[in-house]
């Protein structure tokens, strides 16, 4: 019908003789062949008349029955043999030679066909038999606009499932086939490929993979037609997605890898869109190994719009390779996102409940670089003496399949107090946090261990693969030694990190009198390797800085023979009973001393060298992770780099903020180190569409992140966003709630100070920003208790319901009786009743007839939530309520009539017959019923049943 008004200045005439004089363009609904059933001089009956119309020489005769056909059939469905003759008219309409009523004919045959599914018993073999021809027919035709009417019926019917299986697989598919093959006809075979591309989804998998597949392939190859390709890698995604993973990686990964290198950059960039699809149905081996690759050299094409589209899939891509075993998330029953609590977490809680020395055990962001199994947890105590308060040893073992030539497996003997980590092929790592109980009197003990440091520092210890990074389990223990109370000297001198070069030169200038003794110089050789040691880390702070993040492939073991040998030396020498037997050491015990400094000198020059030509900087180290192929991450966090901006997309950083949270629980929070500066980029972004992205993001990567890692790097973060513009504001404020129940109790309180603040904005005509504000509060209501909801957000409340603007007031007023619910629901009715003193002064009282008729609507709200105790109500709010029934203002009456009979007389209590305050309401009301105001008197006199009026509405038009 709306094709209609096309004909009506032209045609007037024609319609005036069909009976319909007041047709026009306003007239959607009266039945276009209404003129079938007014008699006529032809004395003809309405079907053959409908014959004599729709094969009239008159085109817009032939329009207007076509247009009407839905009509026809509703007329004539009832009877058999008077629908198998409309449908035998509609096939001869169907070859009309007129392009536009063949087109009106092909618009009409989806809704025809639920209605015949609707009404017929016999709809499939009818559909089957008449309307389904038309349709495979109509996709042939010469007329472009009914080849597009006929496309879109096909796709609509088979949405609708009203195509038989039967009739897809022997009159659909085939034609498409055709259309579609080499040697047909350009136009023709680029709409066959959009049809195929866009009903596979619809289809069973069976069918697209047996009759469509094939051919889809052939046209990816497409030589001749590069529009024909381009259709094929935009719909890329949904083929794979409709004929599943093992199809997808037989056939269609090769051809998607000839689409991405496609001479045509409009493939590319077709290709990069729908790489998330691709991606979502493979396998995680095909994602990584190839599918990755490829991504990486879209991403460095040549062309800027492949580029482009390339960085803004890259998020999605990257969210592909998520794993509920690694990111620890899980869908909850409400549907919400939930992690899991890490294997970090467990250990810490077990340490804090089975150890009274207070163990905190640090995440372990252990990465095992081939092997997935199972992290083993031993959690032993120091027995040595009887103290209470020995400290425990924590030992964190991930075995490894590699063949072994040493074991390091031993942290520590009953009587050692070096603290040493030692990390091989099997990826031990033992830490002993302290001894307390420690004798070193006895030379040869710390000689023997001096010693047995050779079997430590070995080339097949330097050469082995990259180490795990334990980088914050040594920042941890290191700061909880620093607390333990002080022990004996030597203890202190063991559990150093490295050695005083004063105490050094004061141990060498006591030696220079014996320098003749062969053992003596010996150990002055040793402690001259130890001194330099010491000021070359002074100069360089290059032990300190590994002692600290242990990180790297080789400084592990370099840092513990450091900052336990050359302890030892300082720690034998200084002692008593060191001097007092060093005349009588063994030479073979300096020999080897010997042997070893050299050793060590040696060793420890190449690797400095090494490690600063081969070894990434710590910015880099802190990147690494193994959830995603390292490249993907690099070139996402790039993304914030400005020069990205001037040669890919003046919106990547949007891109790059948009997809963060994605990204994040891709890589979990243990990885979020990974993300944490580009996060910080992004939040400090020139462009305030960046930082409102963040904004709307926020309590979602709250959610991911867990409640620590959120109070210290989204609550920096999620402050300064409080003090943006508002267009940032407002994505902090929409969820201000969700982001508020994720921080401990103490953290949350803090903003209560800062709420108000969102009552001021940057323009003051912004009232939905105020009216998000009020919504807010009501949720956030439950996050703290009745006093700090007095002493702050009451005032917010009150300054809301003032506000100019009447939505913002309405919402406010549902605001304050959530806050008299809470003040009652806590049991404080102290809170309670001076806040509802505050009302009553406030709005009862108000010079204004708007604040009179908002206390009118506050009272008849708080009887309907039942949010304080009846006895309350009657008590300090009904007197107020009704004398309100002596207001001059019409309005403030009606509102206060709906509360007393639609509300208060609804409720039990003021329907018993002894209720006290009965009379007084029902005098109010018979009051009301006889008031000058005809509204006023209708609403007082209506029973709530009989109307559907809303409350709210009513008055906001007021």
Known sequence: MAGIPLYFVDLQDDLDDFGFEDYGPDCDSMRITAFLDIPGQDNLTPLARLEKYAFSENIFNRQIIARGLLDVFRDFSNNEEDFLTVMEI??????????????????????????????????????????????????????????????????????????AQNDIENKVCPILLDLSAPDSDDEYKVEAVNIICKMASMLSKTTVEH?????????????????????????????????????????????????????????????????????????????????????????????????????????????????PSSAGLYIREDGTLSIRPSAQDVIFNSCQAGNNANITVASLNIVASSSEQPIEIKLESSTKGTSAEANPLICVEIPRTDLL??????????????????????????????????????????????????????????????????????????????????????SKALCSNCVASSEIKKVLESLQDHMNDPDVQAQVQVLSAALRAAQFES????????????????????????TSHPTVEKSTLSSSSFQDDVSNSSTTSMLKSTELK????????????????????????????????????????????PARAQTVDTEIAKH????????????????????????????????????????FSIHELAVILGDQLTAADLVPIFNGFLKDLDEVRIGVLKHLYDFLKLLHADKRREYLFQLQEFVVTDNSSNWRFRYELAEQLILILELYNPNDVYDYLRHIALTLCSDKVSEVRWISFKLVVAILQKFYANNANALGLNFINELVAKFRHCSRWIGRQAFAFIC??????????????????????????SDPVPNVRVLLAKALRQTLLEKDYFKSVGSPHLEAVEETVLALQSDRDQDVSFFATVKPKLTNMDTTSLEKEN
Request: glycine share 4%; net charge negative.
């Open 90 to 163: 509609v096939v001869r309409l169907s070859e009309d030679a007129e392009p536009t009523v063949r087109t009106e004919l092909m618009e009409q045959i989806p809704p025809i066909a639920i209605f015949l599914q609707e009404s017929r018993p016999n709809f499939p073999t009818a559909f089957s038999d008449y309307l389904m021809p038309i349709v495979v027919r109509y996709l042939t035709d010469p007329n472009n606009q009914v080849r597009k009417a006929s496309q879109e019926a096909l796709l609509i019917l088979i949405e609708q499932d009203l195509i």
């Open 211 to 323: 009759m469509l597949l094939p051919r889809f392939c052939e046209l990816c190859g497409d030589g001749k037609l590069f529009q024909v390709r381009k259709v094929c890698a935009a719909s890329f995604g949904d083929i794979c997605n409709a004929v599943g993973q093992e199809a997808t990686e037989k056939f269609l990964i090769p051809k998607f890898f000839e689409l991405c290198s496609d001479s045509v950059w409009g493939m590319r960039k077709a290709c990069a869109e729908c790489f998330m699809a691709v991606s979502y149905t493979t396998s995680p081996e095909v994602r990584r190994s190839k599918l990755s690759p490829l991504f990486i050299n879209l991403i460095s094409d040549p062309c800027r719009w492949v580029r482009q589209a390339a960085f803004q899939s890259l998020g999605p891509f990257i969210s592909t390779f998520a794993n």
């Open 405 to 490: 030539k040493e074991n390091l497996n031993s942290c520590a003997s009953p009587e050692g107090d070096l603290t040493r980590l030692s990390q091989s092929d099997n990826t031990t790592a033992c830490v002993i946090e302290g001894i307390k109980d420690c004798h070193v009197s006895d030379c040869q003990k710390v000689n023997s261990r001096f010693q047995s440091a050779e079997d430590v520092f070995n080339n097949f210890l330097y050469w082995r693969p990259p180490l795990p990074d334990i980088s914050q389990d040594l920042e941890l223990l290191q700061s909880k030694t620093e607390k333990h109370e002080e022990g004996c000297s030597v």
């Open 539 to 562: 100069i360089s702070d290059y032990e300190a800085k590994h002692t600290e993040e242990s990180s790297g492939k080789l400084q592990n073991e370099l840092s513990a023979f450091e």
């Open 598 to 641: 050299e050793q060590y000198n040696g060793t420890f020059e190449f690797l400095k060298k090494e490690q600063r030509n081969n070894s990434p900087s710590e910015d880099d180290k802190s990147k690494l992770q193994d959830i995603i192929p390292q490249p993907l991450l690099d070139q996402y966090l790039s993304m914030t780099d």
């Open 656 to 695: 790059c903020a948009y997809s963060l949270p994605g990204v994040a629980l891709t890589l979990g929070r243990q990885n979020w180190h990974c993300l944490k500066d580009t996060y910080e980029t992004l939040a400090a972004d020139v462009q305030w569409k960046v930082r409102r992205t963040l904004a």
């Open 860 to 885: 008849q709200a708080i009887v309907e939530e039942e949010c304080m105790p009846v006895d309350h109500f009657v008590e300090h709010l009904l007197p107020s309520l009704l004398s309100l029934a």
